[in-house]
């Protein structure tokens, strides 16, 4: 353990931990902030909704195996070193991002095309789960331990700055383009800029050194020669790990997905918001937040981790339904005035390969300056007629409803209370972690908790939920925007109760491993 009170250096060692982990929560979140579009790309268009929730669940599978990736690359991080392994997790996770961006689409090759997307998410997850543990981990051994929530929180903002970067890259790309062009090609290009990301933090980070405790342990013959054995074969550190898992990573890992990811999702599947105001609201949102995660992680320095985790769990679960209450009644266009006289319909046919396709566009305006957008397209074969998928006639129409100004910082305000949730039960998680397991399996038995807290528990999160908002929705329940949250507020439920009775908050003082 590292009882040294000198940071002389630590920015260095952030630094060059921190752009990789970053470029790696990118590349992970591009998929997620593009998956609207992605349904569209390689899974069959017949039934959108179904091809929605599919992208969701192979979003979600990227998370599943981030378990798998903890503990292969947790095992080589304590057997080989915290520098190396995570070298090869950048360029793993770096690779697999680049491809999703050239796989052809469903329309192109068929099948192959969300096979080949499910595999390169798989990777995409394996090699975050040996990621962060490894980033975490190594600048924990680089800090006094009477400050290690403070630095180690400069890792935990990486996760909400990629979300940010991937949404700026976005917009950035949407603007440079027309809708058309982002739509047949344009949505690639995030994916593509990835791999140029990529190369320079391998760069940065080939000059680091290794943890001084790693090689400490190794100087004196005291690295783990099974470090799966020891973390998991060992009752006792078992236990933590359990604790570890059951009384704070599941609950974080629900809160931290609620806040980002099944917020954005709620927007613009749920609300209909147009996607480019969700990005920009979002993004303004955890710009505004992120601070708040060294803010909490040096909180727990003084007061303990346990409580500060706790509390953001308890008002996640008591502020949830109230704030998605009020973001679905402040944009729900019954709530408003129509000017019936700014009522168009346009119908038009539109020559393609197929045939002609009859597209009918619906613009209504609002007192309030809110627009909702319609387009239903009928598509037809080459002697003009319906086509029938499902017994059904196949019929895409998309909504979007461009929000007013007002509207629109009222959306950031609860995002941002929700990102507020989010950077509590995050901000302390990496030191709290690092400070349960001894040195020589630190790697492999934080990770592991930590990964299926997040990977499962949360990767899990917006499939789920909306899967549960659209059987409510199917059945005329009339808040049924809301049942998608009965999942996290459940989890965390139980994580805070776990938490609250048999996880013990070890002061900075007593902290000797």
């Known amino acids: 353990m590292s009882n040294n009170t000198s940071t002389k250096g630590i920015w260095k060692v952030i630094s060059a931990s921190s752009v990789g982990t970053l470029i790696e929560w990118y590349d992970f979140y591009i998929f997620g ?20 929730l599919s992208t969701l669940a192979t979003f979600a599978a990227g ?30 996770m770096g690779g697999a991002t680049f491809l999703i ?45 009477n400050q290690r929530g403070y630095w180690t929180s400069w890792i935990q903002t990486t996760a ?20 058309e062009q982002f739509d047949t090609w344009g949505w690639r290009v995030p994916f593509w800029v990835s791999i140029l990301m990529v190369l320079v933090s391998y760069l940065i980070r080939k000059k680091m050194h290794e943890s001084p405790e790693f090689e400490k342990a190794k100087t004196e ?15 006792l550190n078992f236990k933590f790990v359990l604790l570890a898992l059951f009384g704070v990573a599941m609950g974080q890992g629900v809160v931290w997905y609620t806040g980002q990811f099944y917020a954005m999702s709620f927007l613009k599947t749920v609300m209909y918001i147009d996607a480019q105001q969700v990005d920009t609201l979002m993004g303004i949102a955890l710009l505004i937040g992120t601070p708040f ?34 973001m679905y009644e402040r944009t729900n266009v019954e709530n408003k005035k129509e000017l019936i006289v700014s ?35 009928v598509h037809l074969d080459k002697e003009n007629e319906v086509i029938i998928a499902a ?59 930590y990964h299926i807290g997040n990977g499962i528990f949360g990767g899990l999160l917006p499939a789920i939920s909306t899967y549960l908002v659209t059987q409510s929705q199917a059945t005329g329940a009339k808040e049924f925007y809301l049942d998608g949250l009965w999942y996290p507020i459940i989890i965390a439920g139980v994580s805070f109760i776990i938490g609250l009775i048999y996880v013990k908050d070890k002061k900075p003082e007593q902290v000797t491993n």
Request: contains cysteine; glycine residues 8%; proline residues 5%.
């Open 293 to 326: 995660f060294v803010v909490f992680g040096w909180m727990s320095d003084k007061i303990g981790r346990k409580k500060i985790m706790l509390a953001g769990m308890l008002l996640a679960i008591i502020c949830y339904r109230p704030i998605y209450r009020l």
């Open 391 to 449: 017994g059904k006639p196949r019929i895409d129409t998309k909504t979007s409803i461009n929000i007013p100004s007002s509207d629109k910082w009222f959306l950031t305000f609860l995002v941002f209370i929700q990102v507020i949730f989010v950077t509590m039960v995050y901000g302390p998680i990496a030191a709290f972690l690092v400070e349960m397991f001894p040195v020589q399996i630190r790697y492999t038995s934080m990770s592991l908790p």
């Open 33 to 52: 902030s593009l998956a609207v579009v992605i349904s569209t790309k390689f899974f069959p268009a017949d039934n959108p909704v179904a091809a929605f």
């Open 101 to 145: 961006g050239c796989v052809p689409s469903y329309e192109s090759i068929g099948v192959f095309a969300p096979i080949l997307i499910l595999v390169l998410r798989l990777l995409q997850g394996l090699a975050l789960g040996g990621e962060y543990g490894g980033a975490a981990t190594y600048v924990a051994e680089h800090s006094p331990i």
């Open 160 to 179: 909400t700055f990629g979300l940010f970067v991937s949404l700026m890259v976005i917009l950035v790309t949407r603007g440079a383009l027309s809708e």
């Open 221 to 235: 013959g005291k690295i783990s020669k099974n470090p799966l054995k020891e973390s998991f074969g060992n009752k």
């Open 343 to 377: 009522t168009k319909t346009d119908a038009s046919a539109t020559l393609v390969a197929s045939g002609t396709d009859s597209l009918y566009a619906t613009t209504t305006n609002y007192s309030d300056g809110t627009v909702w957008n319609q387009k239903k397209t």
């Open 63 to 92: 998370f599943v195996v981030r378990p798998f990736g903890a503990l292969f690359f947790g095992r080589l991080g304590d057997l080989i070193g915290r520098k190396y392994t995570f070298m090869v997790t950048l360029l793993l």
